[in-house]
């Protein structure tokens, strides 16, 4: 299978096609190699309109989030962004392509030492990944410019808001454990907040102190 024509594929008709414009968050696209972050079973699967399950009940988001998520950052190559939720490190890799550093936070420690070795083969060193609980955001590194989280939680917690830079942005999907709306947050210079609901979704659980308390059954 020549993974750079399906790639080229998925970018036109998934991305673009949907009004994806920023030309930088599609050229990241087209150069992340999304297949070699699925299970070497699934990798004829890796360029679908879809998500796939990446093991630990897990997965990886669907391309088409992964741009919409990006793309509201406005990201233009200066910033310092935390992730929460590395997984298979197909986000942060993304991210680490448009950015100045990822701070990635992974709370399942074979997952973050996948995407360790798949980010390394792949030469993207401007990424910091941490085993912990990512609800309570990394005080340590903070403040961010931009805070991209990619698992579902039932309210913001009130740490990423604090750990969010003035005129930064915060995305993350807010809502039930099986449905959720993808949230734009903005911390305007007089410290306030302005927010805005972009569409449905559907994430894992954000799991942890300011989240939801344990996995699903
Ligand atoms: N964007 C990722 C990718 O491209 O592969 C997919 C992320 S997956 C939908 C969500 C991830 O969030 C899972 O790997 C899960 O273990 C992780 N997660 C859930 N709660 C977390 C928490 N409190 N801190 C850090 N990671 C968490």
Redesign the pocket.
């Known amino acids: 299978m020549d993974y750079s024509v399906a790639r080229r594929r998925m970018v036109e008709q998934q991305i673009v096609a949907r009004g994806i414009d920023d030309s930088r968050v599609i050229q990241a696209l087209l150069d992340v190699p999304r297949h070699l972050?699925v299970e070497p079973g699934l990798q004829s699967h890796a360029y679908s309109d879809g998500?796939l399950p990446?093991g630990?009940k897990?997965?990886?988001?669907q391309p088409y989030i992964?741009a919409v998520m990006t793309a509201a950052l406005g990201l233009s190559g200066s910033e310092r962004v935390l992730e929460?939720?590395?997984?298979?490190?197909?986000?942060?890799a993304v991210l680490a392509k448009l950015v100045k550093r990822v701070y990635s936070?992974?709370?399942?420690p074979s997952?973050a030492a996948k995407a360790r070795r798949i980010l390394d083969q792949l030469r993207l060193y401007n990424i910091n990944i941490k085993i912990?609980?990512?609800?309570i955001g990394w005080q340590d590194q903070a403040p961010f410019d931009a805070i991209l989280v990619?698992?579902g939680s039932p309210e913001i917690p009130q740490k990423y808001l604090d750990q969010l830079e003035i005129n930064g942005k915060l995305i993350m999907p807010v809502g039930n454990r099986e449905t959720q709306e993808l949230v734009l947050v903005i911390k305007r210079e007089d410290g306030r907040f302005v927010q805005q609901t972009l569409m449905g979704c559907r994430?894992?659980?954000?799991?942890?102190e300011n989240?939801w308390q344990s996995d699903p059954v």
Do not use: N
């Open positions: 972050f998500s990446i630990e897990q997965t990886i988001s992964v929460v939720g590395t997984g298979s490190g197909y986000q942060t936070i992974e709370r399942i997952l912990a609980d990512g609800t990619a698992a994430f894992v659980p954000l799991i942890g989240g």
